[in-house]
């Protein structure tokens, strides 16, 4: 059998090992001081927290529960990478510096590995120099370094090099004890980063060139022999490597599995496969040219609505023409072949033919793939270069310039991965319309004790993707922290509605009941636990939350006189509200809401001239109130005026309130407004299944509105179902008042209600 590090194109065939070892310690040191900025780099708040700094497991150092935790129970399958953190937190504790010199040592070290493994392979030194440089100076590979909860990246590649490198010797004198380690590394690799799961591939590719084992059957003449020899040589090679195959197997369906059960994955409902196949075959063509052209690389490139046809055709035109040149050329340029198919293979976990998350593509995803884009052109390149007369040191200049090109590059492309603030600002720089990026710059501005930078970015974010409940969460609490609970309220609703994981509402509210056991005198946790049990529909227990707060203060405050009266108020118990809100509006007088929630219990308690009147006064304090002004629409609809109730149901919509118990209170309104000045059906309807579909059909409020609406438009059965639907809802959540505010009407439905309405209700769930 043909040596395995066969190297007839060797630069220097007799290079001393002392030498090689040399060029593998510069080739490290070089790649170790280009990325030393990145030791005064902070954590980020992008999946570092996830890892490190708020993983409390990690935090702990390591331990022999937490490699329990990492080998068994730890998201996204890379138990080494979970140890080597937790590794890291013993040695360094929560020093940033100390994480990132552990990414750039492992950097550095793939740098060396990879050097010493081409040029042992072919025997070529500088062109093996070269592209180990171009891998570990390249700026597509920052993201791989400077990001710490990518050390999955520079570990499992670091095993990637060792597994070949064992490969070869292997090759060399093959046996049993040398296989055991080519087992061993890949294993390790692949518990670092699953993405490895093409290493077998990548072996049958070596294994053509250059360690040339197919020579002997391509010495066939052309025709079916050849044909034939060829097939035989692969089947051998490939069931040498069986064992391989099914650890990749292995490790493949159980990746899919985890991510399908985490729900990594996107589904496939989704996502149409022919969106996937756009997605990967403009993936391959992005990544060929922001390799060749890095510019605006970003931290996240968030998939499209869908890929222009001129640039999926223009992705088949450039992946098409590059393979066949490949395989055109593949006897006398077979590093061109193998180089290209490295890139092409070793993407495919990757690519998005799977896709897992919201991104496109991912610098990090070319850190090994790019090897073999960077082993095709420089040879191909040295070839074409010596091919020319007097080429002389051209190649060697060349290489200079395209080296010194990518430091720089890389150099640059550092500085935005200092911290937060600088990742997401040069995201948004890169596509203002990356609403993860603002979301992340707001957290980043908000920690950095500037919340009211913060805000719009938030903001910027939910005008983007309303649905997204971070950033709706995060907006709540800088609002909530700068006493704007108001506002801060219908973004806890939303937010809290739009979890469709009741572990994360669950955690959230935890979170809230934390803060607020821990400091029981300061009322801000407090009233953010309040908000998060009503959002969540919990409101007898906000109401409960906002007594114990009330006994802890010596004086209560005119917030959280407002807050609990106007809880109580929205729950039909105006018998408590009522001497609570009076106090609100005697402890301070400019408190608007605290005057609109003054005039619902006036009104219920008959008192309709001074319900009036607290109304008024609740929009002149504050006129872009929504509140004021539905509550003023309301007591003027019930003392004859609807013209005028009608211009403030316009104010309020013109204010865009975000309540969705707001937004049910307008709709109730205009579905039994007696006036045909008031009344108005439709937007009645439109009004109140906005509210029950931000609030997911399960908050009484909202749901008696709709049913109100429905009743209205004529339909009893479908408002009976809503309203006794509401009942049960309120029952439940400790609102006994809300309910028997509701049975009288529901009853009347019930006896309007002849049979079963022909037409469902508009995105309401089935009962079960």
Known sequence: MRRANAAPESDHPGAPPRNL??????LALATLALFSPSLTHDFLNFDDNLFVTENEIVRSGLSWPGIVWAFTVAPYSCPLAWVSHMMDVTLFGLQPAG?????????AANVAALFLLLQRMTGATGRSAVVAAMFGWHPLHVESVAWIAERRDVLSTLFLWLTLHAYLRHGEKPGWTRGVPVFVFLLLGLLAKAMLVTAPCLLLLLDFWPLRRFDDALAHPRGAKRLEAVATRLLQLALAKAHLFLLAAYFTLEGL?????TGLLAGTEGLPLGFRVETALSGYATYLLKTVWPADLTVLYLLPAGWEAWRVFGSVAVLTAVTWIVFREWR????????????LGTLVPVI???QGGSQALADRYTYVPLVGAFIAVTWSADAWLKSRAGSGRIPTVVAAVVLAICAVLTTVQLRHWKNSAALFEHAIKVNPSNHIAHNHLGVALKVRGQPELAV????????LVPEYADARFNLAGVLQSAGRHAEARPHFATAIAQQSNTNQVASAIAMFESAARASPREIEPQLYLANALRAAGRTADAAAALRDAARHQPSPSAVLLTELGGLLAGMERHAEALPLLEAAVQTTATHSDAHAWLAVSLAAAGRTNDALRAAREAVRLST???LANTVLAEQLAAAGQPADAAAAVREALRAEPGDPELLARIALLLATAESPLLRDGNRATALAEAACRQTAWKRPACLFAMATALAASSRPADALQLGTRAVEIAGASGQPALAENYRPRIEAWRNAALGPSMDPVPGFPPRR
Do not use: C, K
């Open 21 to 26: 070892r040399r060029v593998a310690v510069a």
């Open 99 to 107: 994480h990132h010199f552990t990414n750039i040592l492992l950097h």
């Open 257 to 261: 599995y985890t991510a399908q059960y």
């Open 332 to 343: 006398r340029h077979p590093f061109g072949f193998v180089g290209w198919f490295w890139f």
């Open 352 to 354: 998005g033919l799977v």
């Open 456 to 463: 719009p970015h938030f903001q910027a974010a939910l005008r």
């Open 624 to 626: 872009n109130s929504p």
